[in-house]
């Protein structure tokens, strides 16, 4: 059975045929606005709270749960109802609480860095197994207000677009939140990137880029001998030139394989055209993937090197390390098959 935020606000209108006009109402404002689970909503009756919570069960089962960072990062392993399971990954900044969400169980892109990639594919998620992720985070981490949402977990979004794009629309038109607080992560699926600028969906596009030569990114991504950097060039332009939104390219900095001088003038040469910036990224050890992340002298120097080339660039901030939450460690038992991810979070 699906849970309660499968439906769309249609959806739940006929769900509560029969009661009066207003209920439906006070369940939208409950599950959208005050972020309450179905048996929280006190403006309606027991009754049907309890009906409600028995017609559409929730769709995650805490599997575990594990804090670091002084409990600021939070990562849940859930299990779903067919037993696969996918992680989620809560991190509380000084300015804003950002909710890394997973879009698959598992993932088809093959990464040779990317635990995920190795272990395989189990399935799809559905617009209700996301959204309750992003409403679970947004209860846990009252009473701070959840202001960012990432689809940078398990999988990868572009290739569940129906489910990335319904979820995406439903965070801004239910929850209100806005597109510069909405990010989509892909490894580069182009016509999608296309699609996506053509809906004119409130978001911002993230590309996992790791290498801008198309010899070394087909190793790392295998994704790219379908659609090479050239291709991937042209669907960036088509976003910026569409959306007028600028791209981030993502990083992962790998010791002796992207951080090279040669390295940076190659980013340098894909970035600049496309007007956008760079987030550096410091590979997290991961079991499936022996070559060891960049140093952190090496990291300085090449955001330095990236500057002085003219890159906007950062360095993101590594979170939840100690347990397998930072980026490309998220890790989990699917289908009873370890899964690891070395993607996004």
Same mark, same amino acid.
């Given at each position: 059975?699906? *849970? ?40 309606? !009756?027991?009754?049907?709270?309890? /009906?409600?919570?028995?017609?559409? !069960? ?10 670091? #960072? ?36 598992? *993932?088809?892109?093959? *990464? ?44 990868? !979004? ?69 659609? !090479? ?6 669907? *960036?332009?088509?976003?910026? #030139? ?12 790998? #010791?002796?394989?992207?951080?090279? #001088?040669?390295?940076? &003038? &190659? ?39 990236? &500057? ?10 590594? /979170? ?26």
């Amino acid at each position: 059975m699906p *849970c309660v935020y499968q439906l769309s606000r249609e959806e739940l209108d006929a769900a509560l045929t029969g009661e009066p006009r207003y209920r439906a109402d006070q369940v939208f404002q409950g599950l959208w606005r005050d972020n309450q689970a179905v048996g929280e909503i006190s403006t309606i !009756p027991k009754a049907l709270r309890e /009906r409600l919570g028995s017609e559409f !069960p929730s769709s995650l089962e805490v599997a575990h749960e594990v804090a670091s #960072d002084l409990g600021s990062t939070r990562k849940w392993v859930f299990r779903l109802a067919d037993g696969a399971t996918i992680e989620t990954v809560l991190m509380a900044y000084a300015d804003r609480v950002t909710v890394c969400v997973s879009s698959q169980a598992g *993932c088809a892109m093959g *990464c040779t860095f990317c635990a995920t990639g190795q272990a395989g594919f189990s399935r799809q998620l559905s617009v209700g197994e996301v959204l309750e992720q992003v409403a679970f985070a947004a209860r846990a981490a009252a009473p701070r207000r959840l202001s960012n949402v990432v689809f940078m977990g398990m999988g990868e !979004p572009l290739a569940n677009y129906a489910v990335t794009s319904t979820v995406v629309k439903r965070l801004h038109d239910y929850r209100g939140m806005s597109a510069r607080h909405l990010t989509v992560s892909t490894v580069g699926v182009a016509p999608a990137i296309e699609r996506l600028a053509d809906e004119g969906l409130p978001l911002t596009l993230a590309v996992s880029l790791h290498a801008a030569n198309n010899e070394t990114r087909n190793e790392l991504v295998p994704l790219n001998k379908k659609y !090479p950097l050239e291709r991937l060039a042209t669907a *960036c332009h088509y976003w910026f #030139d569409t959306t007028s939104r600028r791209v981030s390219l993502e990083w992962a900095l790998i #010791d002796g394989v992207n951080d090279t #001088d040669r390295a940076a &003038e &190659e980013l340098a040469a894909f970035a600049l055209p496309l007007h956008a910036h760079v987030n550096l990224i410091p590979l997290n050890p991961t079991p499936g993937f022996l070559v060891m992340g960049t140093s952190s002298r090496r990291v300085f120097e090449f955001r330095t090197l990236l &500057e002085d080339l003219g890159v906007n660039v950062t360095v993101r901030q590594t /979170r939840g390390r100690s347990i397998d939450a930072a980026c490309g460690q998220l890790a989990a038992v699917t289908n009873g098959k370890q899964r690891v991810s070395l993607r996004r979070s």
